[in-house]
């Protein structure tokens, strides 16, 4: 049996299932930061653009690592080189003096606006083999998941130790 044919047999069972899941994210990561390097963007870099974009142009460090599930030293290293390449500029707090938010600068707005067709049409190639239903349902799926995952990852301090 080749590779090919094990990966269409279908596990049913709930590592099989997981195992799927994981393994469809992996291909879809990897396909994103294919199609994105043609860009010169990288997943990380899209997503924190993603969701500044979302919240007005602006949010925390801490906001953003939140948003993106990454820990808060992958996205500050990111922020640095985005800052250097004048797609973002830090400002202090308005209400913090302790806290800095990352604004998206007029170039990385500009940024920003060329990459959400191609975005678009990456989500359509993707998404091509489903049905309106189909995607429907996925992302309804996709959502419960998620929703039943977050509390059990807030009540860990990030190393998976139980919080006190």
């Avoid at 899941?21 to 899209?46: G, H, K, Q």
């Avoid at 290293?77 to 800052?83: K, L, R, S, V």
């Avoid at 990459?115 to 049409?121: F, K, T």
Wanted: charge should be positive; include cysteine; aromatic fraction near 4%.
């Amino acid at each position: 049996m080749t590779i090919s044919e094990t990966n269409r047999r279908t596990d049913k069972t709930p590592l099989g299932t997981l195992l799927s899941i994981l393994m469809s994210f992996e291909v879809l990561a990897r396909l994103l930061e294919v199609e994105l390097r043609r860009y010169n963007a990288t997943l990380i870099r899209f997503n924190i653009m993603s969701t500044l974009f979302k919240n007005g142009g602006e949010m925390t460090p801490s906001e953003i690592a939140e948003s993106v599930f990454r820990e808060k030293n992958s996205i500050t290293a990111a922020i640095n080189i985005m800052e250097k390449q004048g797609i973002v500029r830090r400002e202090p707090s308005p209400n913090d003096r302790r806290s800095v938010k990352v604004v998206i600068t007029d170039r990385g707005w500009k940024e920003a606006n060329q990459l959400n067709p191609v975005a678009q049409e990456i989500s359509r190639g993707v998404l091509s083999c489903m049905d309106k239903e189909q995607i429907e349902n996925l992302v309804e799926i996709m959502r419960t998941l998620r929703e039943s995952l977050l509390p059990r990852l807030a009540r860990t301090a990030g190393n998976g130790k139980i919080r006190e």
